[in-house]
C-alpha cells in the first residue's frame, strides 16, 4: 500500500505526470514520502547526503538569515514545485532554511545524486526539470528588479497579485487568499519592515482596494485592475 501511494504521489507531480510506469515505481523506489507540520523545518542535509524536494501538497518557505538573525524570505512555495539541492551537486545550500507553512505539508525526498541520475537516463524529465529551475530564477530576477526599481508600496502590491495568481480562488468578483502569512513574512519576502507592511495594508483596505484580517485577504476588481 505504501508504494501505491508514493506512486501516486510522484504522479500528481508535473514532472512525473507523463513519465512512463517504469520510471515511476523505479523512482518511488528511490524516495522516501514525509508529512511535515506546520512551523516544521526541513533539513537540505549535505555532501553525499543532500536532498531534493518534491512539494506534493501545501506550502513551504524558504528563508535565509543575516548576521544578526534578521530573516529574508527567498521564495514561498505553493505544491506543486522543487525545493533544495537544486544544482544537484551534493552541496549544501549555504545557510537557506525551509518551513512547512501549512499543516499536512506533503514532500518527497530524494538523494541528490540519485535525483540525478534519474535525469541523466530519462532526457525529456531532465528538461522539464530544467524549466522549473529556469522559471525560478526569472522569478528571482524579477524581485530583483522590483527591490531597485519599487517603492515598498509598489512590492507589497506586485507581491500580493502574484500570491493570487498562484493561491487564489475567485469568489464573485473577488479573489479570497488565506492568510497564512503574518505580516512579519511579507516583510521579509519585500524587504520592509513589520510596521510599514502594516501601515500599507491598512492604507489599501482604507482606499476600498482589498479587506483582510487574520484568516483571509479578499480582492476586489479594482485592485487586479491596477
Known sequence: MYEEVKYIYLKSHPLFANAGEQLTKDATALMKVRTISKGENINYGEGAYSKIYLLIQGKIKLSDFSDSDDELIKDILTAPDIFGDLSLSNNKTVDEFAEALTANTVICCFNAADFKKLLQENPMMALSYANMVN????????????????????????????????????????IVLNNYLTHSDIAAVIATSRQSVNVLFNELRDSGMLFYNRKKIELNDQFIRN
Open 135 to 174: 522559471n525560478k530564477l526569472k522569478k528571482l530576477e524579477s524581485r530583483h528588479s522590483d527591490l531597485v526599481f519599487c517603492d515598498a508600496k509598489a512590492r507589497l502590491i506586485r507581491f500580493i497579485k502574484n500570491w493570487a495568481t498562484t493561491d487564489g480562488n475567485r469568489m464573485g468578483n473577488k
